[in-house]
């Protein structure tokens, strides 16, 4: 079933043990200058043990403590970054993805040598934040291109879309008509090689989704009908 087929499904909504010393016995008490010492070194010796143990169970009590409060869990500064970056939702697409760009935010777009200049000064102006990008060869043998901005606002993701679209007009394309609502579509078909491009603002992210094949325009048409749809399924428009 192709998004034509399916534009009205697009519009439905220790504790341990004591260890405190016994008290001597008779048998412990050794007479002056016998080779076990005296009562006295023994008594004392016990009251040093009663110290030694009482100062160690403080002090286990204290790392004790100190290692809990350590394991409260606390306030995250990063959760809205994740947020964030959990709006740029790829299509699941068959085929292979290709080598990983890095691109990661829209000061990086100049880095691809994919987008022209005037494309590159309209995400300048609308975008802000995080971007991605991905590059997936289908099975047909079409590429697939994906390239997912962060706008300034969901007014400004619909104003940016439609901006590319208009430079992809000034550039020869011409415009289909039979597009998913809210998606502006743009084709380009010249001796074989054919470039179809899909853009909008679902929220405040601009989506962009091109499929590139230069042997069979049929197939791209049928490819980009299948990924524009799984697509939106990843990130809906506004419409």
């Known amino acids: 079933m192709t998004w034509r087929e399916e534009q009205n499904k697009l519009d439905d909504p220790a504790a341990g043990e004591d260890a405190t010393p016994h008290a001597p016995e008779s048998g412990d008490i050794v007479p002056d200058g016998a080779g076990g010492g005296t009562f006295l070194r023994r008594f004392l010796g016990g009251v040093f043990a009663v110290v030694l143990l009482a100062g160690g169970a403080l002090g286990a009590y204290i790392l004790w403590e ?108 011409d415009e289909v008509p039979e597009a998913p609502p809210g998606v502006h579509v743009t084709e380009f078909l010249n001796n074989g090689h054919e470039q179809i491009r899909g853009h909008y603002g679902s929220e405040d992210v601009i989506v962009r989704l091109e499929i590139h094949n230069t042997s069979e325009p049929t197939v791209a048409t049928a490819d980009f009908e299948n990924a524009i749809m799984s697509q939106l399924d990843a990130m809906p428009t506004d419409t």
Request: charged share 30%.
């Open 66 to 173: 100190t290692a809990t409060s350590r394991d409260e869990p606390m306030p995250s500064s990063g959760g809205a970054a994740q947020e964030e970056q959990n709006k740029l939702v790829m299509p699941d697409l068959p085929g292979s993805a290709e080598n990983d760009s890095g691109i990661d935010s829209v000061d990086d777009l100049p880095e691809l040598n994919y987008l022209i200049s005037r494309e590159i000064e309209v995400y300048r102006e609308y975008g802000e934040g995080d971007a991605d990008f991905r590059v997936q060869r289908l099975p047909s043998g079409s590429r697939a291109i994906v390239l997912l901005v962060t706008a300034s606002s969901p007014s400004d993701a619909d104003t940016a879309a439609e901006e590319l679209r208009d430079i992809h007009l000034s550039n020869d394309a």
